[in-house]
């Protein structure tokens, strides 16, 4: 694990200290992914890395390959940072994959999880009863429903099996669609979608 190798204490768990934020009681989860519940640090590998040491995704992902004896093609890179030709002009991108196609649906469900849990917590402590006549409120009944629930689904997204991961958004699709919705109204914007008409992908990936 990249991050024990950088000096990052991990327990049994898969639990750290986060070194993004003052973090005294471990609070990140180290998997495929990382997470911190404190500050809601998140991403891959490259991302940890790339926050690590403060450097770009494209300096991590060559430290990563540099300091693991793993090769590197910088025409596997996506986003802002990916291959140029000659004339330097991006090369239209490939045909995406299933596979792509799932690690992105997998992210953008991860982060509307994460972002409603963080809603859910912001509402828990805003709205809470300040005596006991007082009548609760929806949001905070919402916190008080919806928050076991949330974290037994991140949890599975960052420490599941890949079949695991593939029932739970299927059989969630639409609450994290319902928490999509919720998180848009609260913002009075963009989300982040959490995958549209995919026909079966989940599935599919699973065969």
């Avoid at 025409?75 to 596979?99: I, L």
Wanted: hydrophobic share 30%; charged share 35%; with cysteine.
């Amino acid at each position: 694990m990249a991050a024990k190798a950088y000096g990052i204490n991990v327990n049994r768990n898969g639990m750290a200290c986060c070194p993004f934020h003052d973090d005294h009681t471990p609070s990140l989860k180290l998997d495929q992914r990382y997470h911190c519940f404190g500050c809601g640090a998140d991403g891959d590998v490259i991302d940890f890395t790339a926050r690590l040491f403060t450097i770009g995704k494209m300096e991590a992902a060559k430290k990563l390959a540099a300091d693991f004896g793993v090769s590197y093609d910088d025409g596997r890179m996506s986003g802002a940072e990916g291959k140029f030709n000659v004339k330097g002009r991006k090369k239209k991108p490939r045909k995406f994959s299933p596979e792509y196609r799932f690690e992105e649906t997998e992210k953008c469900f991860f982060r509307i999880l994460t972002d409603y849990y963080h809603l859910l917590c912001r509402w828990r402590e805003e709205d809470a009863p300040k005596t006991p006549e007082e009548e609760w409120g929806r949001r905070f009944t919402d916190s008080l429903r919806d928050m076991t629930l949330v974290e037994y689904m991140m949890d599975t997204m960052l420490t599941g099996t890949l079949e695991e991961k593939i029932d739970l958004m299927n059989g969630y699709r639409e609450k994290v669609k319902e928490y999509e919705r919720i998180l848009e109204e609260d913002s009075g914007g963009k989300a982040g979608g959490a995958g549209g008409d995919d026909g079966g992908l989940w599935a599919g990936r699973a065969a």
